[in-house]
């Protein structure tokens, strides 16, 4: 079997025991470089680490260089005991062996994600796990007791006959009294005073499982540094890929300031820029760069397939986006100085390499030369001569007559 390449994702199947004893199923995936940090992911309310927003989130997360373990709380998925005798408590007492695994064996995690009710138990979890510099909830309830909702009409059966057979999400589990007695006895309002970590807080605002009053009470409730994120669309269980893989290159991109080693010192330690200047500054990753203005920080890197770790934008990325970026301000400026009804703009554009010789317009007649096609989409009520003055104007974009004039690009040793 051939040795990883630091481009690829490693995958290990992993197991531990919690304080009863029971052997409980986890997965880390991780790059096969050594990683920025490493993340600890609970799962959802009777979920399991493979639910297919943990998978997504947690590749993702791998794929930019973060270290992510996932596991089934006791009595699911794959983990031993019996669910009919766990609550919130136990699962808090899970998480907290899970990232002594990791301590143990690898690095303690400097992040913790929690989804759904996993999210209350990161929060609860997060003051027992010292290493731990920022926390994430995704769709997490203020307070554990929310779950008795799911449980519906059974709730009176569960307390009058000590247990009851509850439907949730199509499948079959037994709920306990004592149970309900653990979620009501937890106040989550102190910890989240206590956090003294960052937090970041997702929610979608049409979540019909924990409605989005939840967020704000922990938003409320929470000391800074605090951020909160909307996910416009999203249900509860993230089932749309591009929600799963945008709350993963966010978390990316935040926990850069507080949780993640290489990108932790740079925010400790920000350089002083000049406004109007750039530094651009090698990570102790192959290709990885921090990128600061003077008041914005940015990353930069080269996707797996060219040896990177996919931490951020490829130079030729930026480059695009520079362009794209212009194009789309220019038209706006332009089209509030003219009172058009322009909607939105949208602008798609490539990089690619062709032979000077299929190139009509240029002067360049040999080798090879580089072409970037732009795509314009202009929505709202306008008329074909509006549009066309438009696509006018979009060739006039100050970084589009940079590419276009002569570049005079001076490098001293300093």
């Known amino acids: 079997m051939n040795s990883p390449s630091p ?32 993340a600890l992911f ?51 007492s899970d998480l907290i062996c899970a990232a002594d ?11 913790l994600v929690g989804h759904s009710l996993g999210g209350a138990a990161v929060l609860a979890a997060a003051g027992e796990i010292e290493e ?20 519906g009409s059974s709730r009176a059966e569960i307390e009058s006959q000590g247990s009851a057979v509850v439907n949730l999400a199509g499948r079959q589990f037994e709920i306990k009294k004592q149970f309900l007695e653990d979620i009501a006895s937890q106040s989550l309002e102190d910890r989240i005073k206590r956090l003294r970590k960052a937090l970041l ?32 669309k999203a249900d509860h ?11 993963a290159a966010t978390i ?19 350089p002083q820029v000049a406004d109007g200047e750039v530094l651009v500054r090698e990570d102790d990753r192959a290709f990885a760069q921090d990128v600061f203005t003077d008041r914005h920080h940015l990353r930069a890197d080269e996707p797996a397939s060219y040896g990177g770790t996919d931490s951020g934008p490829s130079p030729y990325d930026y480059l695009l986006a520079g362009l794209g970026a212009c194009t789309a ?54 008329s074909d001569d509006e549009r066309k003055r438009l696509m006018d104007i979009a060739d006039r974009c100050p970084v589009h007559r940079t590419l276009h004039s002569e570049i005079d690009i001076r490098s001293r040793m300093v």
């Open 101 to 111: 695994k990791l301590r143990q064996d690898f690095e303690a995690p400097s992040l």
């Open 329 to 382: 301000m220019t038209l706006r400026m332009y089209a509030r100085h003219k009172s058009l009804a322009l909607a939105r703009v949208s602008v798609t554009l490539r990089h690619d390499k062709i032979h000077a010789k299929d190139c009509e317009e240029c002067e360049t007649r040999e080798g090879r030369i580089d072409r970037i096609e732009r795509e314009i989409k202009l929505e709202g009520e306008l």
């Open 7 to 38: 481009s690829e994702v490693i995958r290990e199947k992993l197991s531990f025991e919690n304080q009863e004893g029971q052997e409980l199923a986890a997965l880390l995936e991780r790059p096969a470089t050594k990683p920025r940090a490493f």
């Open 252 to 270: 990316s991109a935040w926990a850069g300031r507080y949780a993640l080693s290489g990108d932790s010192e740079a925010a400790d330690e920000r």
């Open 132 to 151: 731990a510099k920022a926390v994430v909830t995704i769709g997490a309830p203020a307070d554990p007791a929310h779950v008795s909702h799911l449980f």
């Open 42 to 92: 609970a799962h959802c309310f009777t979920c399991s680490k493979d639910i297919a927003a943990a998978s997504r989130i947690s590749r993702a997360l791998a794929a930019q260089g973060i270290g992510v373990l996932r596991f089934d709380f006791t009595g699911l998925g794959n983990s031993e005991g019996d669910f009919a005798n766990t609550n919130f408590s136990s699962n808090v």
């Open 201 to 232: 807080i997702f929610h979608s605002p049409v979540d019909e499982i924990v409605a989005i009053d939840n967020a704000s009470a922990i938003f409320q409730t929470a000391l800074h540094p605090k951020s909160f994120i909307s996910l416009d």
């Open 237 to 247: 269980l993230l089932s749309r890929k591009f929600d799963s893989e945008y709350v």
